[in-house]
């Protein structure tokens, strides 16, 4: 069952599927990565009973959805402007701060004392129910033409500083991990600290290599994409983009902080919106294989033991945002205003997931499997459900767009 001919009769359908899932899905204005959650779903029901994947063949979906990890966030960086992000800091970090903080301390105490799950497991399910995808609701702002007034800019600053915590905490996050799992007669908090000094180590190393690439190589890399036809364009791309991820995994990093970094560098380009166009065919291509192998790795008898934990974690999931994004906006824009913005942040997707995921493959002792399903369905619910709410407040509402604060 795992012969090359099988996985490659496999590799096809799922193709089909994907782009038929994402025409269909994008008609009812659904978000496309519901429909390869559930995919990836579906093999893992058809596994358990058929075992049509062993290991060879759950490797190839691995492999699959790291190169899909690594464009996901590549594209998440290309299109970040860290620049234009510092300027606007003044009036996007107390909605930001606010978003944080009200998203993962309460989501910490929840796992912790009403979830009753170690430290470790509590910690990481906080740290991920701070991200936002807002890529799930931008395109109803861009939709009804709001996406470039006032709250539509703020809310993208917002979502982007976002991104660069996240995936801040991820790198933090996988430094200390391991050691807290690990046999060994020093305290806790000298291995953190140990780890901790290690992970900035590991930081500057890579941080040096990213500026040497920035100063030195990015602008010739990128005269050379101006002279290439766009299928070698789209190769140098993932190529590189591919290799700075390894270098970043090969520090202990994860994939995702290298292929976020790469689309950092590439950012720097005056033609990037060119850059993300090329991109895009591999995007479309490997992106939906990280959201499969997400649900791919659901386990299906621990559904039922989910239940409770997805219900509360998604009240979590909503409020955290809701008020934490919302009430900080009420100082720069109206109650509609801030309604928009903080509901276009509940949404969670990608960066979440790369957390749990990488959580995940730690072991239980860092995400037990029902508490992963259980965050499954919180990043499928927000995903599913909120754009309709944010439609109805932008449609209903014309001062959410920020051009009428008086009237909010």
Known sequence: MDSLSFLGLLFGIMIVALVSLRVGLTRLGVPSLIGFLLLGFL??????????????????FEFLGGIGVI???????LE????????????????????????GVPAYFVARYLLDLPQVPSAVVGIALTATSVAVTAELWRELGLLRSPNGELMLDVAGLDDISGIVMIALLLAVLPVMNGESELPALDLISAASGLFLIKVAVFGAFCLVFARFGERHIS???QTLTPPDAVLVIAGVTIIIAALAGQLGFSLAIGGLF????????????????????????????????VGLSVDPDALLAASWAGVLLLAVAVLGKVIGAGLPALLSTGP?????????????AEIAMVILLEARHLGDWAMPSDIYNAMVFVSAATCLTIPFAVRFVLQRWPSADGSAKSRG
């Open 71 to 77: 464009a996901l966030l590549f594209r998440v960086g």
């Open 43 to 60: 093999l893992s029901l058809a596994n358990s009973e058929w075992g049509v994947l062993t290991e060879a063949g759950f490797a190839v």
């Open 80 to 103: 970040s402007n860290l620049h234009g992000l510092v300027a606007k800091l003044p009036r996007a970090a107390p909605i930001w701060i606010g978003n944080i903080v009200v998203s």
């Open 223 to 225: 005269k050379l994409l």
């Open 262 to 293: 790469a689309g950092f560098l590439f950012s720097r380009d005056a033609d990037a919106v060119r850059l993300d166009t090329l991109f895009e065919p591999v995007y479309a291509l490997f992106a939906p294989f990280f959201f499969i192998g």
């Open 336 to 348: 509609a205003g801030a309604a928009a913005i903080g509901l276009s942040m509940v949404p969670r």
